[in-house]
T-cell receptor, first 108, second 113 residues
Framework: KNEVEQSPQNLTAQEGEFITINCSYSVGISALHWLQQHPGGGIVSLFMLSSGKKKHGRLIATINIQEKHSSLHITASHPRDSAVYICAVGFGNEKLTFGTGTRLTIIP | NAGVMQNPRHLVRRRGQEARLRCSPMKGHSHVYWYRQLPEEGLKFMVYLQKENIIDESGMPKERFSAEFPKEGPSILRIQQVVRGDSAAYFC???????????FGPGTRLTVL
C-alpha cells in the first residue's frame, strides 16, 4: 500500500463545475503539499499546509490531521485548470513522498 | 528573485554515455533535493544534499548515479553509462534553512536512445 493515496486518478468535468480531489496518507507528517503539473511542464507548488484550510483565488485546500486526509477544491473550474494535481507529504525538513497524481480535464 | 534553475531542460544521450544534470537553487537556499519522474509514474525521491554534504541518498540507485552540491556552483546529478530505463524527468527542489517549503525547478527531461 502506498503511503500517499489520491483519488480519483482521472477526473473529467464540464467548465464551471466544482472539483474535489482527495488525498489520504498513512504516515506522520509535518506538512502536506499540493502541486500542479501541466503536461510536459514543470511543477508548481499550490499550497503547503499543516492544519486547517488555505484559500488562493479559486483554489481551496483543507487538511484533517486526525483523519490523515486532505482535499483540494477548485471552484468555477476552467479549461486552464486542466493538469495533474499531486499531493505530497513531508516530515520536518525531509524528503517529500508523493501520490500518483490526479489527472484533471475540464471540458469547455 | 530567480527561482530554481535547471539545465539543460532537455538532454538526449545514447546508451553508455554520461548525463550531467545541473540545479541552481533559489538565492539563499542551501538545501537541494533531487526527484525522478519515470514515464507514467509518480515522483520519487532520489537524494537530499546540503552544501558539501549528502544528507540522505536512500532513493539513489546503487550504481551509476551520484550527486554533489559543492561549496560554489550548482548541484550536479551525474548518471554514468546511461541505459534506456534512465529516461525520465529529473526535478530538483530547494529550500531555505529552517523552512519546510520546497520550491521546484522546471526539470530536465532525459531521453536515452
Amino acid at each position: 500500500k502506498n503511503e500517499v493515496e489520491q483519488s480519483p486518478q482521472n477526473l473529467t468535468a464540464q467548465e464551471g463545475e466544482f472539483i474535489t480531489i482527495n488525498c489520504s496518507y498513512s504516515v506522520g507528517i509535518s506538512a502536506l503539499h499540493w502541486l500542479q503539473q501541466h503536461p510536459g511542464g514543470g511543477i508548481v507548488s499550490l499550497f503547503m499546509l499543516s492544519s486547517g484550510k488555505k484559500k488562493h483565488g479559486r483554489l481551496i485546500a483543507t487538511i484533517n490531521i486526525q483523519e490523515k486526509h486532505s482535499s483540494l477544491h477548485i471552484t468555477a473550474s476552467h479549461p486552464r485548470d486542466s493538469a495533474v494535481y499531486i499531493c505530497a507529504v513531508g516530515f520536518g525538513n525531509e524528503k517529500l513522498t508523493f501520490g500518483t497524481g490526479t489527472r484533471l480535464t475540464i471540458i469547455p | 528573485n530567480a527561482g530554481v534553475m535547471q539545465n539543460p531542460r532537455h538532454l538526449v544521450r545514447r546508451r553508455g554515455q554520461e548525463a550531467r544534470l545541473r540545479c541552481s537553487p533559489m538565492k539563499g537556499h542551501s538545501h537541494v533535493y533531487w526527484y525522478r519522474q519515470l514515464p507514467e509514474e509518480g515522483l520519487k525521491f532520489m537524494v537530499y544534499l546540503q552544501k558539501e554534504n549528502i544528507i540522505d541518498e536512500s532513493g539513489m540507485p546503487k550504481e551509476r548515479f551520484s550527486a554533489e552540491f559543492p561549496k560554489e556552483g550548482p548541484s550536479i546529478l551525474r548518471i554514468q553509462q546511461v541505459v534506456r530505463g534512465d529516461s525520465a524527468a529529473y526535478f530538483c527542489a530547494s529550500r531555505g534553512q529552517g523552512a519546510n517549503e520546497q520550491f521546484f525547478g522546471p526539470g530536465t527531461r532525459l531521453t536515452v536512445l
